[in-house]
């Protein structure tokens, strides 16, 4: 036992000399914990919380450009920036003037276009049913475009996921208009409300689910994601000090001691296994006291703290033998 005590002792001492390891276990973890956890918070904020700014130039003479700006408010994914009067040419300049990501340009004979497309639609139906209707169109190429319009550094799946939330209530404008247009065509006009409401009520409805294995499990936010990532430091210091005692003769002499070379290496590790553990202490209480300060979010702990206590001891006893593996390969 005195054995161990003396092993233990000497161990703690080379810890505690060894300054420029003790920074590296301590403070590099906490620092990158800092940098990284603010750094990808604002990642998370962008893709969950934050609406999407969006620059709208509305040169629509009809109602249907307001229309679908309301559609796209209600929804709640953007944050919508008015700038109607901006000539079609200078969207892109006064995208990077305002520092908007990206812009929605509505083309002057917007509704005049769409009435077109529903009126040839309605009147393909009703060529169909062998009504008399309108002529039809043969050529609709000329008809008016949205342009959407984004920063180059926006992924190009981002941006397609724009133009789908833009369509779906793009789909129901149209189809609106081609409902009232049909009821026009067979004189009953005005009564096409009640079909509306219909088609809205028997949408079909989406669920959303986090998939969560578990149900009292934290959603992942930044801080979740980099304080335990960070939290073990060990390979550096533990493995630099197996190098220094190889190379200065040290570790030879320790071989000729009158004890067993398995005390010593288990001295190491209980050594460094409660650096860890002080090592795990350290970084969280950072992020439970600190991160929130800060405006990231608190570092919520599992319910089950026996088993967060054996995950940081088998974690800790997995870096500290893999410090040992690296410092007796390195030279």
Do not use: C
């Not at 984004?150 to 189809?175: A, F």
Request: proline content about 4%.
């Amino acid at each position: 036992m005195f054995k161990l005590y003396a092993s233990l002792r000497k161990e703690f001492l080379l810890l505690i000399n060894d300054w420029v390891g003790l920074i590296l276990m301590f403070l590099m973890p906490l620092l990158l914990v800092f940098i990284i956890t603010i750094i990808q918070d604002s990642a998370y904020k962008m893709v969950n919380e934050n609406k999407i700014d969006l620059l709208i130039v509305n040169h629509d003479q009809g109602a249907e450009g307001e229309k679908l700006l309301n559609l796209l408010k209600k929804s709640g994914v953007f944050e919508m920036k008015r700038a109607d009067a901006t000539p079609p040419g200078e969207v892109k300049s006064a995208l990077s003037k305002t520092g908007t990501m990206m812009g929605l340009y509505i083309p002057l004979n917007f509704t005049s276009s769409l009435n077109h497309k529903a009126l040839n639609v309605s009147g393909i139906l009703m060529e169909d049913l062998g009504l008399e209707h309108e002529p039809v169109s043969a050529n609709l190429a000329d008809s008016a475009k949205l342009i959407l319009y984004s920063d180059p550094v926006l992924q190009e799946n981002y941006s397609y996921s724009m133009m789908g939330i833009i369509y779906s209530y793009m789909s129901m404008i149209e189809n609106t208009m081609m409902i009232e247009q049909m009821y026009q065509s067979m004189d009953i006009g005005g009564q096409s409300g009640r079909l509306q409401e219909q088609m809205i009520v028997n949408r079909m409805g989406i669920q959303h689910v986090v998939a969560l294995n578990n149900a009292h499990a934290k959603l992942p936010n930044s801080t979740q994601h980099n304080v335990p990532a960070w939290t073990i430091f060990m390979v550096v210091s533990l493995g630099s000090n197996i190098v220094k005692e190889r190379i200065n003769g040290s570790f030879l002499r320790l071989k000729t001691m009158p004890t067993s070379f398995m005390l010593v290496m288990t001295s190491k590790m209980v050594i460094y296994v409660i650096v860890a553990a002080l090592q795990v202490v350290v970084i969280f209480s950072m992020g439970i006291w600190i991160l929130p300060h800060l405006g990231l979010p608190l570092l919520a702990l599992p319910d089950n703290l026996l088993a967060l206590a054996v995950v940081v001891l088998l974690s800790s006893m997995s870096a500290v033998s893999y410090a040992l593996l690296i410092g007796s390969v390195a030279s």
